[in-house]
């Protein structure tokens, strides 16, 4: 490690290099795939803002991605903020045109997001990994569930932007909160950035395609099955911190054809959840989360 008064420069950090573009297109930019452009940014506030704008000035084709090698101001759900230090964490986005799809079913796209980051990060870290309804990856670190990404999706030209931001390599001092962890934490057995970029891509592909060609059929693509099956949510008491400052308590018992989270509440209905923050306060080991 270079000494905390060395000047700073691109290889201050030798655990954690620059990412080799040339390398990355040359694997991810072929004629029969989905991905049509690929830029790496030294440093920019937020992806999904940068890559937004293009998309509504028309300046960014299906299949473009674009990473930061850092993030200063990356949002995600409900405005928060994400940050970590350079080179820390995979830092992402990409646009997507479902085209004919039913625009009701385009909800679904950031939830296919986090099933083609798990599907891809556990293959290529190494590591089990879970979903938390509707955003968040998790990870289990000393028998506790931390959070070590976040997704967010938005509308924008004739598409939507999905962002993804991943803690690929932060140590325990860098954590930004208790419930935050990192590949690197739960014992990853690969912490290189393009490996897993390239793996979490070729997932989303995978796992888009199969939604596309089901006209977006969330249940016939098995995009449905695959988020039931990975969700940490499901099976537990939670408590759903609904838009208005209104909340609800009750066990987490579906995900439903539109994506949404379906509650069992005490009073004997089933109420299913768009939006929201969820909290899981039983039914699985690692506490509140």
Not at 6 to 24: F, I, Q, Y
Not at 224 to 236: E, S, V
Request: aromatic share 4%; with cysteine.
């Amino acid at each position: 490690m270079t000494p905390p008064d060395a000047p700073h420069n691109r290889w201050s950090d030798l655990d954690r290099p620059p990412l080799n573009v040339t390398a990355l297109r040359r694997g991810l930019l072929r004629p029969d795939t989905l991905w049509t452009s690929l830029e790496v940014v030294e440093s920019t506030g937020s992806t999904n803002t940068d890559l937004a704008g293009r998309a509504r000035g028309g300046a960014a084709a299906e299949g473009t991605v674009l990473v930061a090698e850092e993030q200063t101001a990356g949002r995600g759900r409900l405005e928060r903020t994400w940050t970590a230090p350079p080179r820390s964490g995979l830092f992402f986005s990409v646009h997507l045109e479902p085209g004919d799809i039913p625009v009701g079913r385009w909800g679904w796209v950031p939830l296919l997001a986090g099933v083609a980051a798990a599907t891809g990060l556990a293959k290529s870290a190494g590591v089990d990994m879970s979903l938390k309804w509707p955003n968040d990856l998790l990870v289990a670190i000393e028998g506790q569930e931390r959070k070590t990404g976040g997704i967010l999706g938005e509308f924008a030209g004739d598409g939507i932007v999905v962002g993804l931001g991943i803690n690929v390599s932060l140590r325990a001092d860098e954590l930004p909160a208790p419930t935050a962890g990192s590949l690197a934490l739960a014992g990853a057995v690969s912490t290189d950035r393009e490996t897993l970029l390239r793996a979490v891509l070729r997932s989303l592909e995978d796992w888009y395609g199969r939604w596309k060609a089901a006209d977006g059929d969330a249940a016939a693509s098995g995009l449905q099955a695959a988020y039931a099956a990975g969700c940490a949510t499901l099976d537990r008491t939670v408590r759903a911190e609904l838009p208005g400052g209104a909340s609800l308590v009750g066990e987490a018992v579906a995900i439903d054809g539109d994506g949404r989270l379906v509650l069992s509440t005490e009073d004997g209905l089933q109420r299913p959840v768009s939006a929201g923050d969820i909290v899981h306060l039983r039914g699985a080991a690692g506490g509140l989360t």
